[in-house]
C-alpha cells in the first residue's frame, strides 16, 4: 500500500514563509513526476509546482519567484518552500506523485492535504 503524508501547513501572516513537506511510503519500486495542487474554497483545485526524478521544475505563474519545490530522492519526499506569501495563497494544498509500486502499473497517487492559511 502506498501513501503520501503531508506537514508543515499552519496560520502565518502575509509576507511570512511555510516549508510543506511530503513523504511517500509503501511498497515503492519508482517515482516519477511529484508536485504540489492547490484547491482554496469555492474554487477549483490547481496545480502550483511540479518536479521531474530529474530535478526539473515547472510552476504556476501565479507563484513563479515566491515558491520553490525540490525533492529528496532517498527519502522519496517532495518540498514546496513557500516565501512572500499572500492571503490569496490561502487553500489546501495537496501534494502528488506519480509512483510505481512493486509489480504493478505507475498511478497517481494523492495526499491528505494540509490547510495553508495567510493572514493580511
Known amino acids: 500500500q502506498v501513501q503520501l503524508v503531508e506537514s508543515g501547513g499552519g496560520l502565518v501572516q502575509a509576507g511570512g514563509s511555510l516549508r510543506l513537506s511530503c513523504a511517500a511510503s509503501?511498497?515503492?519500486?519508482?517515482?516519477?513526476?511529484m508536485g504540489w495542487y492547490r484547491q482554496a474554497p469555492g474554487k477549483q483545485r490547481e496545480p502550483v509546482a511540479a518536479?521531474?526524478?530529474?530535478?526539473?521544475?515547472n510552476y504556476a505563474d501565479s507563484v513563479k519567484g515566491r515558491f520553490t519545490i525540490s525533492r529528496d530522492n532517498a527519502k522519496n519526499t517532495v518540498y514546496l518552500q513557500m516565501n512572500s506569501l499572500k492571503p490569496e495563497d490561502t487553500a489546501v494544498y495537496y501534494c502528488n506523485a506519480d509512483i510505481q509500486p512493486y509489480l504493478r502499473h505507475v498511478n497517481r497517487y494523492w495526499g491528505q492535504g494540509t490547510q495553508v492559511t495567510v493572514s493580511s
Open positions: 518536479i521531474t526524478s530529474g530535478g526539473y521544475t
Open positions: 509503501g511498497s515503492i519500486f519508482s517515482i516519477n513526476d
